[in-house]
């Protein structure tokens, strides 16, 4: 990629109607015509008819319309390019609010000066264009030397207006363009104080973040933090992103008041709850400390471990020879009890991602305990056990593979990133579809952020919760194999609870019916009960997400997200959904791609480097229309 990629993507282009005069660039502007407002045939010849009298227009309002003829015309005629208007306004001011390139170009050309200040607000054009979003126009007056660093009336740099109307590609090029994501407005405040006191939302607090924007600067006249403006104004979102991001919950203000201390004023319980707790964390003994350290380091072993106990806990307290069911349900709810003790005093947000990974990982322990110890005796035939042995086998390497190898995370040096960002705008294609504002990269076709892992994956198909890892390009292929041998073992499992049932309990359906059969089965083993219920459970989805996996990969060629993708747009009706698809090779061709099988040589399965294919222009059949987000 070399830092400077060629876009091979339609970027959209931002067309639009012409500003009134006597608007300057204050965000409070009004087109003369509603862009998406239906307009009947009369309607559309009387446009016609309007735009084609502009012998007669003055230069403003030929600028505002970027009639370059008539323009022309009137500079030639003796026009002075630098001459503001009654408002106080230049013509580089009208073209950089409507986004006339051309215009832009001919009035420098002809001695327009890029940073003339005009309007109410004393803006230059640059500023103008960055309130209205203008990226292209952005690129195009920094490259004739505008100074984005310059403030207007009301002590606004680029920046701060690009942050404050959440024109993130826009923040994106200042800061790769060498911009200080950190320098104050007239009133001392940072790009992120604004961000955590204007904007509800996580964003653009979490992209400032990103941009490596400090989270413990003050203002020069509160002496507030971001973490102080994001309680002020109630933005719970940003708070967070702030809080995850290191801010200093003990900081005070020039008036000695810590974030906790204005939240207890406002009163708003959630920002209190999230303040309460990193003060907590903060504030913790040694002791707890070095204990939340070690849990922290070996999360995933203890997390397993505490699962383990949890499974056996509640099958031995239903396994006990007592007949007295309250105290069964005693001894439940001082489990229960206990459990969520350890729970709210050692774990964090960022671990619950990892229970339904160890609640899986302790179910198939358990799984694998009573098969060896309850069905083994029952079903001694190699025929039996050689099959469930090669199951459990394959699930733990398969597993084993897809949670070492990784999906394919695209991860860039801070460099390649402000290279990307300046290549990409400068050819105007610093858009959604090509660019990530989580990563600050340029995201590869069939690529996509995960919130989750919070970096973007390399041909992305889902985050699954049962294995704590997302599923992308380079374990996609282990974590479909891995579902199929737990398939696999849950069938072992649910046919070793049908035998052992036939051999130890002497009721039957048939015999009894269902209620009698019922009761005689739960009393002739609670565990095997509990043991059965598990395999129910994690059967159910093991079995919906491998055959949903199976039919997208072999039927459709796309993964769980494209679908996803495709099926919305069809609904909305933006074009033809699955049939329109790209990387449908036919059923026989998606295995061998998909699996990369060779088979001795008889097949050649294409290898296609997903971290670096931007267009689909590679063996697959082409289609202008279709895009993946």
Excluded at 160 to 169: D, G, K, S
Excluded at 477 to 494: A, C, E, K, N, Q
Excluded at 541 to 553: A, E, G, H, S
Aim: overall charge neutral; charged content about 15%.
């Amino acid at each position: 990629m070399d830092g400077v990629p060629e876009c091979h993507l339609n970027c959209p282009h931002d067309h639009q109607r012409p500003y009134k005069q006597g608007s300057h660039g204050d965000g409070r502007e009004e087109l003369f015509n509603n862009s998406n407002q239906a307009t009947s045939p009369t309607e559309h010849q009387s446009d016609l008819a309007f735009m084609e009298d502009c012998s007669n227009w003055d230069i403003v309002k030929a600028t505002q319309y970027g009639i370059i003829d008539r323009c022309k015309e009137l500079i030639e005629a003796g026009y002075d390019v630098r001459q503001p208007d009654k408002e106080n306004v230049t013509l580089l001011h009208w073209a950089a609010i409507n986004n006339r390139i051309d215009l832009v170009k001919y009035y420098v050309s002809k001695g327009a000066i890029v940073d003339q200040l005009g309007g109410d607000l004393n803006s230059t054009p640059l500023h103008w264009a960055t309130r209205q979003g203008h990226l292209s126009m952005v690129v195009l007056l920094m490259k004739y030397g505008a100074d984005p660093s310059l403030v207007d009336r009301e002590g606004f740099t680029c920046l701060h207006l690009a942050v404050q109307f959440q024109h993130m590609p826009i923040v994106a090029y200042l800061v790769a363009k060498g911009q200080d994501v950190d320098a104050p407005d007239m009133n001392g405040q940072t790009a992120l104080m604004m961000a955590a006191s204007r904007i509800i939302g996580p964003e653009p607090t979490g992209f400032l973040v990103k941009l490596n924007a400090s989270v413990n600067a003050v203002d020069k006249v509160h002496r507030n933090t971001p973490l102080h403006w994001a309680v002020m104004s109630g933005n719970v979102a940003a708070l967070s992103v702030l809080l995850d991001a290191g801010a200093n919950v003990e900081l005070v203000n020039a008036m000695g008041e810590t974030p906790l201390g204005l939240a207890q004023q406002n009163r708003n319980l959630w920002i209190l709850r999230y303040l309460l707790d990193a003060s907590i964390q903060r504030n913790r003994s040694h002791f707890v400390v070095k204990v939340l350290k070690i849990f922290e380091k070996y999360k995933l072993l203890l997390l397993f471990l505490m699962a383990v106990a949890v499974i056996w806990v509640t099958g031995y307290i239903a396994d006990m020879e007592s007949d007295s069911w309250l105290l069964k349900g005693i001894l439940f709810v001082s489990a229960w009890l206990v459990i969520q003790l350890v729970i709210r005093r050692f774990i964090t947000m960022q671990t619950y991602s990892y229970f339904p990974l160890a609640f899986l990982s302790a179910s198939l322990f358990w799984m694998v305990i009573t098969w060896f110890v309850r069905y083994l005796p029952d079903m001694p035939d190699s025929r039996f056990q050689i099959p469930f042995a090669l199951s459990i086998t394959g699930c733990i390497y398969y597993f084993y593979k897809t949670w070492t190898v990784g999906p394919g995370y695209l991860q860039v040096s801070e460099q390649e990133k402000n290279r990307t960002v300046v290549a990409l705008a400068e050819t105007d294609c610093l858009d959604p579809r090509a660019f990530c504002t989580r990563c600050l990269i340029r995201k590869p076709l069939r690529s996509k952020h995960c919130v989750v892992c919070d970096c973007c994956v390399v041909k992305y198909d889902h985050h699954c919760l049962w294995t704590a890892r997302c599923i992308g390009a380079l374990n996609h292929r282990y974590f479909v194999s891995f579902l199929f041998f737990l398939f696999t073992v849950v069938v072992w499992m649910g046919y070793g609870t049908v035998v052992y049932w036939s051999i130890h309990c002497s009721t039957s359906y048939e015999k009894d019916g269902l209620w009698i059969f019922l009761t005689e089965i739960i009393s002739c083993s609670p565990w095997i009960i509990w043991i059965f219920l598990l395999v129910v459970f994690h059967s159910s989805w093991v079995t919906f997400l491998l055959l949903n996996q199976l039919y997208q990969i072999f039927c459709l060629g796309l993964t769980t997200s494209e679908r996803v993708t495709l099926i919305k747009c069809a609904r909305n009706g933006r074009h033809g959904g699955l049939q329109q698809n790209p990387f449908n090779l036919g059923c026989f061709r998606n295995m061998v791609d998909f699996f990369q099988c060779r088979c001795f040589g008889l097949f050649k399965p294409n290898q296609t480097d997903w971290t670096r294919q931007y267009n689909v222009g590679f063996e697959q059949p082409r289609t202008s229309e279709f895009q993946f987000v």
